[in-house]
C-alpha cells in the first residue's frame, strides 16, 4: 500500500463528463488499496474567464481581491470532484489551500509555497478519506489573505504536499503520455524518455520544455519526491523524474532530450566604449527592472574603433522595459545604438551523460552545420549546450540535433488532436 | 458619522455593470463619513447554474461538498465588488463568512448562525477600509467546515454582523421600493409601508410576503437592529423594520399589511373514528417526517356516524411525504379517506391595531362574503387573521380586505418591469 499525491490539471477537468472519468481512476487508486491525495486545478477555461470578468469590472484589479476572485475555481472543482468519487461509495473530501496547510509568502499572483502543515489532510487520510485539495492557492504566513502561487502552481503544490505527507511517489496528469526527446510536432521521431534525472528535467524546463514547471521540479528535488508525468487519457506508464542513479542506463544515454524555447527576445547592444566598468553599470540598470537574463555575449573590442558590442537574452514579455531602461542610459554610457530582435529561437541538448563522454559540443555544432543552421550566442552548464539561432531555424536545428544523438525512434510519436502542446 | 450594514441581493449584481452602480452606492455612503459593511449574494443565476453543475456530476450531492462549491459564488462577487470599489480610491477588502468569524451549525444547506465573532472585519473597519463580506456562509463551529445558511442567508448574515459590530442600522437593498401594503402585482393599489414593526413583519413574512425571511426579523427583532428594506435602484426610502412604538401612528394604524400565500396544500383525512387518541397518533406520524403543520380543522364528529374529518394545511413540498406517512396508517387507524387539494391559498391581515380595535375579525369576513369569497380554515394570532380560501379567489380576497381596511391609495403602485415579485 502506498501513499499517493495526483494532480490534475484543467484541461483533465474540463466539464462534468471529464470530472467523472478523473474520479474513476482516483477511486480505481484507492481500490487499489492506496491513500491517495489528489490536487485539482480549475475545470478548463475557469481562470481566463474569472480573469475576463475581473477585467470588465476593474482595469487594474486590487492583487489581493484577484487571488480571491481566482481561487473560487478550484475551490468548485474540488468540490464536484469530491462529489462524483463520493458516488462510487468512497469517503472523499475537498479542502481550500488555506485548508490542507499550504503556507506561502504574501505576494499577491505569485506566492512562494514556505511550508506545509497538512495536519488536517493527514487525519483525514488516517481516517480513510479520498482528499482532494484545491491546486495553485495557500494562504499567506503573514496577513492571512489567500494567495495563488503563480505559474506551475498546482504541480508545485502537489510535489510540496507529496514531500510533507511523507508520500510515496507524485503523479502529474497531463494530456501528453510523457515528457519527450523532442517536441513531437517538431520532431515526429521523439520518443518518450521512461526515466530523466532531477537535473535534467531542471535543464529541459529552463530551456522551454513546457510539461513541468521549473519550481515543481526543484522542490521534487530537493525534497526526493519521485514524480511520475503520465497521461490522463490511457493507462500507459509516462516519464518518471527521480535522483540519478549512478551508473545507470540513465548515464549511458550521451544526451536524454532537446528543449527549444521561442519565448527569448535577443537585445544588442551596439558600440559600447571599452572602458572599466561600462557593462555592470548596464546590468545593474537592468538588474533593478528584475528582468532575467539568460545568455550574454561580449566581443572583443575592435582596436581600431575602442568599441564592442554587448548581446544577452531575455523573456520577450521584459522586452520592452528594459530597452526603455536602456535608452535611457544612452547618453551616460555613451553606446551608438539599440537593436531588439525577437525572431530568434533557443535550441539545448541536455544529458548527464555529457560529463563524461568529449565531444558533444562537436557533434552537436556538426549537426547544426550540416543543417545550415548559423549560431548566434552559445552557452552550456555541466549539463547542458544552448545555441541561440534565428528563430527560422529552430525546428530545422531541433531534429538535427535529435538525429545526430541517435534519439530517432522507428515510429512517429503520437500527437493527440487537440492537446494544443 | 455611522457604521452600516448593506446587504445586496443577486440581482443587485447580477453583472460588471450592475457591480460597478453597486459599488458606486457603497462609495458614497463611505465619503459621506460612514463606515460600511457590505454584504453580497452571488452573482444574478450563479448559485442555480453552480447547483446545475453539481447535478450534472452528481445525482445525489454530498452536502458539505455542495456547500464548498455554492460558496464560490458569493466569494466571486464579494471579490469583484472590492475590485471596483477600490477603483474610486477607497480601500476595500472581501471577506468569506469563515474569515467574517460567522460561526454556524454544522447542518449543510441549512445552517443556524450560532456566533459571529467579527473581530477582523471591525479591525478592518478601525482602520479604514470598506469590508465585503460574501453572504449566505459561515464554518462549522463543530468541524470547521464552510457551511451555508439557508434561505434568507444573506439578509440573516447582514442583520447578525450589524448586531455584533453595534451597527446604527441594517440597509436590505431588494428591486422593489420597500414592503408594501399587499402585492403590488395583485392589488395596483397598495402603498408602500414607512414604518412597521418586528411583530408585524414576522407575521407578514411568515404569511408570505416574500421580502424579508422570517429568520432574518427575528435576528432582527431579538438584536434590536433597525433594518431599512429598499430600492437598489433608486435613493428613495424605503421600509423601516423596528420595535414598535408604543402609541405611535404605528398603532394607530389597525391593519398595516394584507399578506397571501400559494405554497400550501389542504390534506383532509375523511372518517376518523372518534377516539381518544386518534388525532394524536396521527399527529404524532406527521411530526417524525418534520414536516411544518401550519393550520388545523378539526370538525365536531358526526352524531351518526361516531366519525369526524381532520384537515390542516402544509407547504406543497412537504405534501408527497406527508401523504406517504398517511396512507401507511390507514389500516391501524381506520379512516376511510385521503383527500388531497393543492388549490388552496391563504390569505392574512396583520396589524398591532387589531389588539386594541374590536370587530376585525368580523370586517375581514364581511369584506370576504361581500367578494363571493368563501372561507375554508381560520387561524389567529393576537396581531394576525388567516383564512384558507380557494385558490381561484385569492386575489380577489386580498383585493377586498385591503379596500375594506382602507388602504387603498389614491395612485397605482410602480411595479418595475421584470422584477418577478
Redesign the interface.
Known sequence: MARVVQKFGGSSVAD?ES??RVAKRVVATRQAGHEVVVVISAMGDTTDE?MD??M???????P???D??L???E??S???L???I??HGLQ???FTGS?AGVITTGTHGNARIIDITPGRIASALEGGDVVIVAGFQGVSQDT?DITTIGRGGSDTTAVALAASLGADYCEIYTDVDGVFTADPRIAPNARRIPKISYEEMLEMAACGAKILHLRCVEYARREHVPVHVRSSFTTKEGTWVTDLEEGSAMEQAIISGVAHDRGEAKITIVGVPDRVGEAARIFEAISTIEVNIDMIVQNVSAVATGRTDISFTLPKTDGKAAIDTLNALKDSVGFEDLLYDDQIGKVSVVGVGMRSHPGVTAKFFASLSEAQVNIEMISTSEIRISVVVDGEDVDRAVRAAHTAFGLDSEDEAVVYAGTGR
Chains 1, 2 share one sequence.
Open positions: 462534468a470530472i467523472k474569472l470578468l475581473a470588465q469590472v476593474s482595469p487594474q484589479p486590487a489581493r481581491e484577484l480571491m476572485l481561487t473560487s475555481g475551490r468548485m474540488a468540490a464536484l469530491a462529489m462524483a463520493g458516488d472523499a473530501r475537498s485548508q492571512k
